[in-house]
């Protein structure tokens, strides 16, 4: 095996070979190359590497990745994070490789992907009126016959129940309804009776008293009439 620079080890290399998605770079000490991709060619963005290297440049670069893919290793190298003059680490901590990997991770094609649901639809199709399907996935043919999910009967029998505990819920509203407005009726009545017992003793009062001066005085003891003294006549002898 043939010595390989250590991962994230920045070393010089020879601009080998330049394609329309990067450059090839020999690695020095083996017979090896990696590849810079054009979007590691540089901070701002390239759309052709041919404008910024050519063959027999040499170009410092850093070693971000290693790959076996079909029995082959392949290299993946970077020159925006290394200082094209003096070779210095722009990124030693390699913050922004994990930022690149992070995105590629979260914004990967997956339209060739099938997405299969297992729950029926909420939807209704406009060609054949049916639910469960969307109308480009519709299988009818215009003018062909139509299918409609029949209920089962445990559904059908649970909205019958429902039913009547609505019937149920709503006539206890209406008795408990009815029974509030006849306690105000009640009240309503009862309020009314007092107001008009309270006029009526105020009325009498003001009817039958008297001044205090004018009304006669009465004693305890009945008034006893006096009595006639009688005389006794004396009989001569």
Known sequence: MEPLPELYSIFQGEVAAVTDYGAFIKIPGCRKQGLVHRTQLSSCPVDSPAEVLAVGDTVWVKLVGREMKDDKLKLSLSMKVVHQGTGKDLDPNNVSLDQEERRKRTFRDY???????????????????????????????????????????????????????????????????????????????????????????????????????????????????????????????
Do not use: W
Not at 199 to 222: E, F, M, T
């Open 111 to 237: 339209t060739s992907q099938k997405i299969t649901l297992e729950a029926v639809l909420n939807t209704v199709c406009k060609k054949c009126g049916c639910k469960g399907h969307f109308a480009k996935e519709c299988f009818m043919q215009p003018g062909g016959t139509k299918y409609s999910l029949i209920p089962e009967e445990e559904e059908e029998e649970g909205a019958a129940a429902g039913r009547e505990g609505d019937k149920k819920i709503s006539q206890a509203e209406e008795s408990s309804k009815k029974r509030k407005k006849e306690k105000k009726k009640r009240k309503k009545h009862k309020a009314k009776q007092s107001s008009e017992s309270d006029s009526d003793s105020s009325a009498s009062d003001s009817d039958g008293a008297q001044p205090s001066s004018k009304r006669p005085k009465r004693s305890g003891k009945a008034s006893k009439a006096p009595k006639k003294k009688k005389k006794k006549k004396k009989h001569k002898k």
